[in-house]
């Protein structure tokens, strides 16, 4: 993954709701975007256990459960919470301003 100092506008604020996520595409990266209380997370849509899809899994408070095997990761950090993976998920920085959301990839 090769990130750039580049923010890439990928979404509009409306889009994205209060404890939604979403999938977008930056450059070639596929980024998993979140937001939990008023905040948005990216990062990769695709899990580092197994190739899954992590927006297709179930987003509980500030982590995302990976939809085929159940691996859990922190979206504020990309850290494994829970087996069966110890392979962090790759985060993004995100800015959100004038009605968009821009991430860096």
Do not use: W
């Not at 596929?30 to 905040?39: D, H, N």
């Not at 995302?64 to 829970?82: M, N, Y």
């Amino acid at each position: 993954m090769t990130q750039t100092s580049e923010m890439v506008k990928v979404l509009d604020s409306a889009a994205l709701e209060e404890g939604g996520m979403t999938s977008v595409t930056v450059g070639e990266e596929e980024v998993a975007l979140y937001r939990v209380e008023g905040v948005v997370y990216a990062t990769s849509n695709i899990c580092s256990h197994a190739y899954a899809i992590m927006t297709e899994g179930y987003l509980d408070g500030d982590c995302i459960e990976c939809p085929l095997h159940q691996a859990l990761f922190s979206i504020k950090t990309g850290e494994p919470v829970d087996a069966p993976t110890d392979v962090p998920l790759p985060v993004f920085a995100t800015e959100e301003r004038d009605g968009a959301i821009y991430v860096r990839a």
